[in-house]
C-alpha cells in the first residue's frame, strides 16, 4: 500500500520526468567509462546530504510531535491512574494518531513535495556539473 501511494506522490510531482532528465545529464556531462571529481565535489555532496537529512525531518515532523505528545500524555495517565493498562491504551492510540497525522498532512506533504524535488534537480545538477570527465 506504501508502496502505491509512494508511486502515485513520485508520478503526480513529475519525479519521473525529474528523473530522466538527470540520467540524460549524468550521460551527457559523464560520459561511462571517463574519470571524474573536481574541486568543491564533496562540500557539493554534504550540502545535498544536509538537504536530504533536513527535509527527511521536515516530512517526518508532524508524526513525531503528535507521538510525542501522546507518549507524554499516557505517561502522566499511566502515574495517575496505575491500575489502567496502559499499554493497551497506547498503542492502538498511537496508532491512529499516527495515521490521523499522516492523513492531515498529505495536503502539505503535496506542496513540500515539490519544492524539495526541486531543490533535490538542483543539487544533483550542481554535483554533475562538477563531475566533468578528465
Known sequence: LLFFLAS???LSTDGHHWLLHALWTSWRLVPPGAQWGGPGLF???VRAATTMFVAGFQIAAPVVAALLL???ALGIVA????QLNIFVVGLPL???LGIGMVLLSLSAYGVLLRVLLREVQAGLEGIL??????
Open 8 to 10: 502515485i506522490v513520485f
Open 43 to 45: 562540500e557539493q555532496i
Open 70 to 72: 501522546a507518549d507524554l
Open 79 to 82: 502515574r495517575t491512574m496505575p
Open 94 to 96: 498511537k496508532s491512529f
Open 129 to 134: 556539473y562538477l563531475l566533468p570527465p578528465r
